[in-house]
C-alpha cells in the first residue's frame, strides 16, 4: 500500500526557515518523482517544486532560490528545504506522486508564516 507522510511544518517569522519531509513506503522509491504542493487558505492548489528519481530538481518561480528538494533514498524520504519564508508562503503542503496511474497524497503539514 502506497503512503506518503508528510511532517516539519509549524509557525516562523519572515525569513525563518523550515524543513519538512515526506516518507514514502509502498513503492520503489528511487524509480518515481516526489512533488511538492501546497494550498493557501481560500486559494487553488499550487506546485511547489519536484525532485526526479535520480535526484534533478526543479521549483516553481515563486520559490526558485529559496526552496530546495532532496531525497535520502535510503530513508525513504523527500524533504523540501524552505528558506526566507514570507507569508506567501502559507499554506498546508502536501507531497505527491503516481503510481500505477494513481495519484497519491499525504495527509499535508501545515505551515504558517506571520510576524
Known amino acids: 500500500q502506497v503512503q506518503l507522510v508528510e511532517s516539519g511544518g509549524g509557525s516562523v517569522q519572515p525569513g525563518g526557515s523550515l524543513r519538512l519531509s515526506c516518507t514514502a513506503s509502498g513503492f520503489i522509491f528511487t524509480d518515481k518523482p516526489i512533488h511538492w504542493y501546497r494550498q493557501a487558505p481560500g486559494k487553488q492548489r499550487e506546485w511547489v517544486a519536484s525532485?526526479?528519481?535520480?535526484?534533478?530538481?526543479n521549483a516553481a518561480d515563486s520559490v526558485k532560490g529559496r526552496f530546495t528538494a532532496s531525497k535520502d533514498n535510503n530513508n525513504n524520504t523527500v524533504y523540501l528545504q524552505m528558506s526566507n519564508l514570507q507569508p506567501g508562503d502559507t499554506g498546508v503542503y502536501h507531497c505527491?506522486?503516481?503510481?500505477?496511474?494513481?495519484?497519491?497524497w499525504g495527509q499535508g503539514t501545515q505551515v504558517t508564516v506571520s510576524s
Open positions: 525532485i526526479q528519481g535520480r535526484g534533478v530538481t
Open positions: 505527491n506522486t503516481l503510481f500505477q496511474w494513481v495519484q497519491y
